[in-house]
């Protein structure tokens, strides 16, 4: 049959040759007897092997092994549907498809999302909103979804805290209130003394070692006060506490007694009365000798003030005496200035008429040489062309002599060549001396014109250097007017400068003398020396008041008379300058300024 020769082709590697005569070339059936006989054998399955227990006919056994058959075999092999990558049994599939395979589509049991199982169970796990998750803190809360476990920790009664008043302290929310209200040091209480509002932490440390209310024990340790004193009211305390160690109240006047306390003040000055009495006598006597040496003080004060005026009247004399002599040398200066501006004047005058006439003449010179140029350039060109004509013509009789000469005798043309070459070297000559006598005279015209450039250039010189000497001059004159003013503005304010450092010093020392002698009036009892104040008090208040009106009228006085110097100084300098720009404007302008 055919397939029994295609399967001994395949095993003797020979193709389309008989298996019994060789021949490549013959005719083939099929034999359907033994092919219904072939199917109708009993076999067994393929998977035997694997655990298949099928046997049947030869016929039945591609429908046996055909995967969508209903009777198809449980161990053939496929791949997942789910395209998943794995091969397995037939009768393996439906539980993998259902229950094993990562590509099914399964939904979130929390969410409800479809997709793959692999994502489902992996990446979507980590990411569900909706999965129950257990609290960090492992509080009783439990199976939280996972979008609300941040809430959740927000409000957990075991999440850990810091403390919102920024002391550094970490614990769990539900001791948080607690610490705020009773150990956190930086909470705000109020001091229950002075009701300062501030952190227990100051309020507790520092504000105690400082807060004005809080009562503490007399340092005397008496007994007027119970229950403490506040900080602030133990100064006025003292004051008046019976137990304070004082001096003496007659100490100013000489009691060198120990320190006593206050209480017994009244016994001390019972038992040293007579004491008492002698040292507020020595006080007044020494009160008394103090007075009349102040006195002495306050006359030689007034000697002092007498002294300053007299040098304030001198300075005054002196102010004058140089304003009279500013006002002479300005007057002086003014005038010399006016004599240079003269001068000035007529020698500007003098160098304008040399300059004019110097022009004048250059201008005259000049158009006769240019007539005399033009008249040599034309007799010389008349007696050139007056020269060329006859020439012309002495050529023309040479030629017509020369052709007669060829024709008469050689000796008649040498004669004539002779004679003619005479005539033409005279005639040269003539000219020649004509020509020298023209550049002669050209020659004398430029030397008289090069003199006289010359002569105005000098003039030109002597004018800018008579100029230049005026400016000098006239600038020197301005400066020693200046240096001169500023010498006299610098006597004044070292005048007014000595002035008042005198009125100052004076002033001061009278002050410091008065000070003495208040420090000295001060030290007496009031009590045993009412009258001896009064009077002194009336004395000074007389000697101060007299002192002061007289340096108020030095004072005014100096202050008046030196803007009055100022003030006639600064006038006499603007008139001279004034007086000096009109002169100038009324003048020739170009005078230097």
């Known amino acids: 049959c055919k397939s029994c020769l295609e399967a001994s082709a395949k095993v003797t590697s020979v193709t389309n040759a008989c298996p019994t005569c060789r021949s490549e070339e013959f005719a083939t059936m099929s034999n359907k007897q033994a092919d219904r006989i072939v199917r109708g054998l009993l076999v067994y399955c393929t998977n035997k092997d694997k655990g298949c ?11 046996h092994l055909k995967i969508d058959s209903s009777n198809a075999c449980p161990f053939i092999e496929v791949n997942c549907p789910n395209e998943c990558g794995k091969r397995l049994q037939q009768q393996y599939l439906t ?5 094993e395979c990562p590509h099914r589509q399964v939904n979130c049991q929390y969410c409800h999302v479809t997709g793959k199982a692999q994502f489902i169970e992996g990446q979507h796990k980590e990411e569900c909103l909706k999965l129950p998750l257990t609290c960090p803190n492992s509080c009783e809360a439990d199976s939280i979804p996972r979008e609300d476990m941040e809430e959740h920790r927000k409000n957990c009664p075991l999440e850990e805290v810091v403390c919102p008043n920024e002391c550094g302290t970490s614990l769990q929310r539900q001791y948080l209130c607690s610490h705020i209200e009773k150990s956190c040091p930086r909470r705000v209480v109020k001091c229950q003394y002075c009701e300062l509002i501030e952190h227990f932490q100051f309020i507790d440390g520092d504000h105690m070692d400082e807060c004005p209310r809080l009562p503490i024990a007399c340092p005397n340790s008496c007994d007027l006060v119970t229950g403490g004193i506040p900080r602030a009211e133990v100064e006025e305390h003292l004051i008046t506490c019976p137990l304070e160690q004082i001096q003496c109240e007659y100490h100013v006047v000489g009691c060198t007694g120990d320190m006593i306390a206050r209480k017994d003040q009244k016994k001390h000055n019972k038992e040293m009365m007579q004491q008492h009495v002698r040292l507020v006598k020595q006080q007044l006597i020494s009160t008394r000798e103090h007075f009349t040496s102040t006195q002495q003080e306050v006359i030689m004060c007034n000697e002092e003030i007498k002294r300053v005026e007299k040098l304030f009247t001198s300075s005054r004399q002196e102010l004058t005496r140089a304003q009279i002599e500013t006002v002479r040398t300005v007057d002086k200066l003014l005038e010399r200035l006016g004599q240079v501006e003269k001068e000035s004047a007529t020698a500007q005058y003098n160098v304008r008429s040399t300059r004019d006439e110097l022009n004048h003449m250059l201008t005259t ?16 060109t008349s007696e050139v062309n007056k020269m060329m004509r006859e020439l012309r013509e002495r050529i023309d009789q040479f030629e017509n002599e020369t052709s007669q000469a060829i024709t008469g005798s050689r000796d008649n043309f040498q004669h004539v060549m002779i004679n003619v070459q005479e005539s033409v070297t005279k005639e040269v000559e003539i000219t020649k001396e004509k020509l020298t006598t023209i550049n002669s005279d050209l020659k004398s015209t430029q030397h008289e014109a090069t003199k006289n450039s010359e002569k105005l250039v000098h003039i030109e010189e002597q004018l800018s250097a008579t100029k230049e000497h005026l400016f000098t001059e006239t600038r020197q004159h301005k400066n020693d007017v200046i240096a001169k003013f500023e010498s006299m503005q610098k006597d004044v304010t070292t005048t007014r400068d000595q002035l008042c450092n005198d009125v100052k010093t004076t002033k001061h020392d009278l002050s410091q003398r008065l000070q003495i002698l208040e420090g000295n009036l001060t030290k007496v009892d009031k009590k045993h020396s009412t009258l001896t104040d009064q009077a002194l008090a009336k004395l000074e208040t007389k000697l ?24 006639s100084l600064q006038q006499v300098w603007y008139d001279s300058i004034n007086s000096r720009a009109m002169k100038l404007q009324s003048g020739d302008q170009t005078l230097p300024v």
């Open 365 to 380: 010179a000049v158009e006769d040489l240019e007539q005399k140029l033009t008249a040599a350039n034309e007799e010389t």
């Open 544 to 567: 101060e008041s007299k002192f002061q009106v007289r340096i108020t009228e030095i004072e005014t006085a100096a202050q008046k008379r030196i803007s009055e110097l100022e003030t």
């Open 95 to 99: 539980s993998h498809v259902h229950t």
């Open 53 to 63: 227990e099928w046997t049947g006919e030869v016929n039945h056994i591609l429908d």
